[in-house]
């Protein structure tokens, strides 16, 4: 029984990540492309889910009735709250998120805008394997529908990580499920040592966003409950393909490795989570040798890596990107690198440390591989609002609290434990202001606006595309074009 629910999770996970994909390739590529690279995805997709059969090293938990019922509705809630669907307050970027899924829903694919200063078109380049199955549900059944399947989608993500989660630490537990909701940095204390006029007003409000206390646009590591509210089309995907890839590593048996498919379903997702995974994918490799890469699954892999580099390449807008030195002395940011690195993740690394240095080699590893990308990643800046250190944080810190659950578990020391609760009792006031935003605030839901009508330019010019790149002079279907761009747009993209 262990071993069936192990592998069915396993299964519905790749599934869950591929189904997108496989929408893609359908709706956007030529017939003659489309038909033999979606044959060849699926039947590597089945090859994949068999080789998550093999008896884990850690099987899934049991679980009772009442167990199971209160960890589906603790997730339920946790999406609703999250105003996916529309049916609560929704945060600022939904602006965005509805944007995207107009679009998607309601014109045809390849999503295309013209351009009135010349009469050329324009095409939309984006990762957007979130809004998909939702923007099917709207084309074939109205836009109820498509909020209903947007909901329900991200919960079946959601359920998905949390049971991974269960796995790795060998309990289920409506606890533990807690735990992760409410798993943050200690970004209370941050706001407090960083404490500035603009600020301070956050530090007493309950439903204020304090997550950017380094700075904005500098560095956020955000809590699991904020990237739910605030960026879901990214982070689903990354804690499920966290627990993909981490769990290959556990995997012992003869069958070739399918790393590089599971990891070739990120991209479409989240390049972000795509960076993020890369360090441990390197590690998995090391231990898995180049005779266990080398598949038909993972040729599959770096066909979808191939198409989806041609997309996304085909992005008109120029990001301000490069290593933090270029933007910032680093001389005088010291200070505060070293209070984030700490307050974020650092002392839970240290106080896990103990049960981590008694743990198996390869967990050890990867401990060390999860802690150091946290640790670099704030020396790269990419996006308005830096959004690669946000998201390229996703898989480590998701798998930053397996160790953190194991190390409750399995330490014996209290005074450790003790300061370890301490500290996450801290880290949860960030998510707990998330969570209070949600209960108290109210606004209208509109999905009126095309993603070229914006009204943050900066931030409509980043999802535009060139229609004589190679993808979409070659690859894709023939657009028909939709929404004209306005010209404000027009004017921020000759500054790109």
């Known amino acids: 029984m262990k071993r069936h629910a192990c592998s069915s999770l396993a299964c519905a996970s790749v599934a869950y990540l591929f189904f997108p994909v496989g929408i893609f390739f359908l709706g956007y590529l030529r017939i003659w492309l489309s038909l033999p690279v979606l044959a060849f995805s699926v039947w590597s997709l089945v090859r994949t889910a068999g080789y998550y059969q093999a008896v884990p090293e850690r099987a899934f938990p049991r679980a009772g009735r009442r167990q199971w ?32 899924l107009l679009d998607l829903a309601t014109l045809p694919w390849p999503v295309t805008y013209l351009r009135p200063d010349t009469g050329t078109p324009l095409r ?19 836009r109820e529908a498509a909020c209903f399947a947007a909901y329900l989608w991200a919960a079946a993500g959601v359920l998905l990580a949390l049971l991974w989660f269960f796995r790795f630490i060998g309990r289920f537990s409506f606890v533990w499920a807690l735990f992760f909701v409410f798993f943050s940095g200690m970004d209370f204390i941050g706001l407090i040592i960083n404490r500035t006029p603009d600020n301070a007003g956050a530090m007493l409000s309950a439903t204020a966003h304090i997550e950017w206390w380094a700075g904005i646009g500098f560095w956020n590591y955000p809590s699991n409950t904020s990237q739910l509210f605030w960026a879901p089309h990214q982070a689903v995907a990354g804690w499920i393909l966290a627990s993909l890839v981490y769990h290959c590593m556990f995997i012992q048996h ?34 898995k040798g180049i005779k266990k890469m080398l598949s038909w699954e993972n040729l599959c892999g770096m066909m979808i890596v191939l198409i989806m580099a041609l997309f996304f390449s085909a992005n008109l807008a120029s990001y301000n ?84 659950a194991g190390f ?23 998510p707990v202001r998330e969570l209070a935003r949600a209960l ?32 979409f002079k070659y690859l894709a279907r023939r657009g028909h074009a939709g929404a004209r761009i306005p010209q404000g747009v027009l004017d921020e993209l000759r500054r790109h």
């Not at 399918?258 to 390049?271: H, I, N, Q």
């Not at 670099?376 to 308005?384: D, E, H, N, Q």
């Not at 434990?417 to 960030?430: F, H, W």
């Not at 914006?454 to 535009?464: C, G, M, P, R, S």
């Open 69 to 100: 019922i209160a960890v589906i509705a603790m997730v339920l809630a946790w999406v609703f709250l999250a105003g996916i669907g529309g049916y609560s307050y929704q945060n600022s970027d939904y602006l965005k998120h509805s944007a995207m």
């Open 124 to 142: 939309l380049v984006f990762y957007c394997a979130y809004y998909l199955p939702a923007a099917v549900a709207w084309k074939l059944f109205g």
């Open 254 to 287: 003869d069958r070739k490795c399918p790393l590089v498919f599971v990891g070739s379903l990120a991209p479409f997702w989240s390049p972000f989570v795509s960076i993020g995974l890369a360090p441990l994918c390197i590690l998995i490799a090391c231990f």
């Open 321 to 404: 990107n490069g290593p933090l030195w270029m933007f910032h002395e680093l001389s005088g940011i010291w200070p505060r690198y070293l209070s984030f690195v700490m307050l974020e993740f650092g002392f839970y690394a240290l106080l896990a440390y103990p049960y981590v240095h008694n743990a198996d080699r390869r967990e050890r590893l990867a401990f060390g591989v999860l802690t150091g990308t946290l640790a670099l990643v704030p020396f790269y800046v990419m996006g308005l609002y830096n959004d690669f250190a946000m998201r390229v944080s996703i898989p480590a810190l998701y798998l930053l609290q397996v160790y953190i």
């Open 408 to 430: 409750f578990m399995h330490y014996r020391g209290w005074f450790f434990k003790s300061v370890m609760a301490a500290l996450l009792v801290i880290g949860a006031l960030a």
């Open 440 to 471: 108290v605030l109210r606004n209208p839901v509109s999905q009126s606006a095309h993603v070229v009508e914006l009204a943050h330019t900066a931030v409509a010019v980043q999802y535009l595309g060139d229609p004589e790149s190679i993808f």
